[in-house]
Structures are given as C-alpha cells and as structure tokens.
C-alpha cells in the first residue's frame, strides 16, 4: 500500500514539474489579443451599400452577319456592323445577407451599349445641296434587377460573383454628320425587345487602407439574350442571339 502511495506521489509532483517546464505555464495573456480580433472582424465589414458606374467593351459575334439594304428601293447595301462595341453601365446593390464568408447584395444594373458599322455613305442635303455622311449604329439597353456575393477576403480586393435577369432593347438607328459639328439622329430602322438575363464574376479594389470609401472594379459580363428574327430589317439574315460578352472597369463607391 506504501508503495503504492510513493509511486502516486512521485508521478504526482513529476506531474507538477513537468507542468512548470511547458512554455505555456508563464505566458502571460496578451493585452492586444481582445483589439487585435476586433480589427480582424473590422476588417472584413462590408459596405452596406454600393454604387457603381463603369464603361469598357461589348462584343456580340451574330452582329457581323447583318447587312442590311439602304432602303427597299435602294438594292445598295450598308456594311456590315462591327462585333466590337462600346458600353456603359450604372449599379447600385444594397446589403441583404451577412455570412461569416460573404454577403449577398440586391439591386439592379442600367445599361447601354452601341456597334458601329463598317460602311459609311452620303447624305445630301435640300435645297442647299450640302453633302455630308450618315452611319448606321446598333444600340442595346438593358434593365436588370440583379444579386452579388461578394466575398470576404481582405482589404486588398473583394471577389464577387453577380447575376440578373431583365428587359433587354435592341435598335438600329441611322446618324448623320451634322455639317455644324457633331451628330444627330436621323430615323430609327428597326426596333427589338426580349427577355434575358447575365452572369458575372468580379473583382472591386479598395482605394483607401481601411477598404471604405471609393473602390475601382474590373468585372466580365456574359449577357444570354435572344433578339430573334431580324429579317424585316436586314433580309436573309439570320437571327440576333447572344451571348453578349462584357469587360468592364469602373469606379464603386458606399
């Protein structure tokens, strides 16, 4: 029984000495450790809200088979459009879900984007006789009420994923030089709607060390939008379908 107690009580203090040899036994706890896990949970605050406006390109690959006639007495044709276009966009998303790695955002997306055409022709102007040119241009509008999850990463840049589904309004409009500077719409050629919708993937990039304030955003679009027949306007030509392809950069703000 005495042996028994010695060997409890030798593994007892052994215990306690070992105990005190641990690196662990004199920490003390750090004074910053309560400020420094609320700048943690600081710095990965989000906005709760976010406005935007950005420009960049559009390209739309169906548009380079469309070449429609001048006029129906007119066999002579335009040119045809160009894929590569010009856009611009404005945003705002409100705050709607926090997560411990992201929050999503609701809101919507204005945007209009134009095409050129390739061809240029005359235009003479009566009684005066004046000649100028006139182009052709495709022109897109869109209305999309939309979602972003952004990610929680750091203050350096925020990854999002977005999406949305709207109205969609495609025109071809004829401008003219105007002789006295600038342009001016001359006759709108043909008119379409449709329903469609986009995805996107994104990144916004905090202008300030805090990530509050302004922020500049690079993000790709992929718009999936049928326009249909388009046949009325550009004889024997096949159908306007998407997608529309996006690149945009812009400058977001809360």
């Known amino acids: ?42 710095a990965q605050k989000l906005p ?60 919507g997306d204005i945007g209009l984007f134009t095409h050129g055409n390739t061809k240029k022709f005359d235009v003479r102007f009566f009684p005066s006789g004046e000649t100028t040119q006139g182009e052709i241009f495709a022109r897109g509008f869109y209305l999309t009420p939309s979602a972003k999850v952004v990610l929680k990463r750091s203050h350096s840049w925020r990854p999002f994923l977005g999406a949305g589904a709207g109205y969609y309004l495609l025109d071809f409009v004829e401008l003219i030089v105007d002789p006295l500077g600038g342009s001016f719409e ?12 986009y995805v996107s993937l994104g990144m916004d990039i905090p202008l300030s060390s805090n990530g509050r304030g302004f922020s500049l955003r690079l993000e790709g679009k992929v718009h999936l939008v049928s326009f249909g027949s388009l046949d009325n306007f550009a004889p024997g030509s096949s159908n306007l379908n998407g997608p529309i392809h996006m690149i945009q950069l812009g400058i977001v703000w809360d």
């Open 48 to 107: 709760k809200q976010l406005f935007a406006v950005a420009t960049g390109v559009s390209y739309l690959p169906d548009l380079s088979a469309i070449e429609p006639h001048r006029a129906l007495i007119n066999p002579e044709r335009f040119g045809r459009f160009d894929v590569w276009g010009f856009n611009l966009e404005v945003a705002y998303h409100r705050q709607l879900v926090q997560w411990d790695s992201a929050d999503l955002y609701i809101g």
């Open 186 to 197: 001359a006759d709108e050629l043909f008119e379409q709607h449709a329903f469609g919708g």
């Open 1 to 42: 029984m005495k042996a028994v107690r010695g060997h409890i009580s030798t593994l007892f203090w052994t215990a306690i000495f070992l105990a005190s040899l641990s690196p662990h036994a004199h920490a003390q706890p750090a004074p910053e450790s309560c400020p420094v896990e609320s700048t943690s949970k600081e």
